[in-house]
């Protein structure tokens, strides 16, 4: 039987990702396609996949196919390299940590702990910067480079000014495509803060030893359930569903839950998953990473209590980070820790397996077989 050996390229990436609505945007393709310099594909519309700009310069190389979180090419390598064990990947120890920074801690999402061991790597010289992202509004953000504390607290956390660059935005999305700014910033030492399917084709670039993935030296990777995104319609259905304006919110975080703090109130509104299934994005139903696998060290809300960080160091890189944050007095661990691990442990299983499930389901609709 003869074999196809042709190299699947950007147009295979089109029919068997994007035609698929499983695109889940995170950037990889158009960051590091190796034509890069003669933007041969490009994102035109917002919340719509990337798509060729200047289709002839194509190398047909396949780069762009082969580091894309939908086609797992190279899933088994990054799962033996990083020792994948089901459910929630490598690791050795959960934490629950919190900044001692009073204005990291003031405004992180959680526990401030992400924003915590940047400064530490800034103030040791282990990066120039980390790629962040700076808030916008409740469902907007833009890639940033950090360089300084305060640049940290302009991106950590979700509260919001009244901020008129909302209602100008005609997408609402919590969903922001960082990695795009690799191509932006000419660094060293860099640190990137991403989402699963993020951290996927990062290390999937890295394995395959594609510039600049040497520059990339942390990554630091956050739980994700799911994204968010809405146009006119979809947040006019939002905001009438739950019976809020989404200029009035100041806080959003997602832990188990949606959480949403309106200005001027102290009740924090809760809205499960279930209910947000018609605004989260398509391509995340097809997505089975939670609790970012391949980072060197993952944080997120869920099993910590409030203004803590769930956080599992996975490689030698981030547990030495992570130990070192606290000797030097970035971090402190929460009280009382061991009583508390078993219930930690439970809740991060249910939810990796939630996502697993949807993931199953989604294949199964899909018939999807690479
Ligand atoms: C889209 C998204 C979905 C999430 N889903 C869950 C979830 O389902 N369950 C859960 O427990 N936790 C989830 N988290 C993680 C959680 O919201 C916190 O980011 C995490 O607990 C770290 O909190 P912190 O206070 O230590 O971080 P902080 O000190 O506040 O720092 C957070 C860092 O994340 C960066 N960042 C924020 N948004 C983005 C983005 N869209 N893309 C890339 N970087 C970003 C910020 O720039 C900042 O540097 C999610 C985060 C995001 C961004
Ligand atoms: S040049 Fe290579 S990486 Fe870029 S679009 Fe073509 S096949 Fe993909
Ligand atoms: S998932 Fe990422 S790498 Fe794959 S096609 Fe979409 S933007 Fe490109
Ligand atoms: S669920 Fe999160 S990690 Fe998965 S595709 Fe959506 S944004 Fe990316």
Redesign the pocket.
């Known amino acids: 039987m003869s074999q196809d050996k042709r190299i699947k390229n950007f147009k295979d990436l089109i029919k068997e990702v994007h035609d698929k609505g499983i695109c889940q945007l995170c950037g990889g393709c158009v960051s590091f396609c190796s034509s890069a310099d003669y933007r041969i594909i490009d994102f035109i519309k917002p919340d719509l996949p990337p798509q060729f700009v200047n289709e002839k310069e194509c190398l047909e190389c396949g780069i762009c196919y082969h580091i894309c979180p939908q086609t797992k090419v190279l899933e088994n390598n990054l799962n033996n390299q990083y020792n994948y064990i089901k459910p929630l990947g490598n690791y050795k120890e959960i934490y629950s940590f919190q900044?001692l920074d009073k204005d990291?801690l003031k405004?992180?999402?959680?526990?401030?702990?992400?924003?915590?061991i940047?400064l530490y790597l800034l103030e040791h010289n282990l990066i120039d910067g980390a790629i962040?992202?700076?808030r916008l509004g409740p469902f907007s953000?833009d890639s940033m480079i950090?360089k300084s504390k305060n640049d940290?607290i302009l991106?950590?956390?979700?509260h919001f000014d009244i901020s008129s660059q909302v209602t100008e935005i005609a997408n609402f999305s919590?969903?922001?495509p960082?990695i795009m700014a690799l191509n932006r910033y000419k660094f060293k030492k860099l640190a990137v803060?991403?989402?699963p399917c993020?951290i996927y084709t990062i290390r999937c670039m890295q394995e395959m030893g594609v510039t600049p993935s040497q520059n990339i030296k942390y990554l630091l990777g956050?739980?994700?359930?799911?994204?968010f995104t809405m146009g006119k319609d979809k947040k006019e259905k939002f905001e009438t569903q739950f019976n809020l304006k989404i200029e009035e919110i100041e806080k959003l975080?997602?832990?188990e839950d949606m959480l949403i703090k309106l200005k001027g109130s102290e009740i924090i509104q809760h809205i499960s998953f279930s209910e947000l299934s018609d605004y989260i994005r398509s391509a995340c139903n097809a997505c089975n990473d939670f609790t970012n696998i391949y980072a060197d060290i993952s944080?997120?809300?869920?099993s910590s209590p409030e203004k803590y960080?769930?956080t599992i160091p996975r490689t030698k890189l981030g547990t030495n980070i992570v130990k070192s944050a606290i000797n030097e007095g970035y971090i402190k661990v929460l009280e009382d820790l061991e009583g508390k691990r078993d219930k930690m442990l439970e809740k991060l299983i249910q939810f990796s397996k939630y996502k697993e499930d949807r993931y199953n389901l989604s294949q199964k609709n899909l018939g999807v077989k690479f």
């Open positions: 900044a990291l405004n992180g999402t959680d526990g401030g702990v992400v924003s915590a940047l962040v992202s700076k953000r950090a940290l991106a950590a956390g979700s919590t969903y922001s960082t803060i991403g989402t993020q956050l739980f994700c359930y799911g994204n975080n997602i832990k944080f997120g809300g869920l960080t769930t």
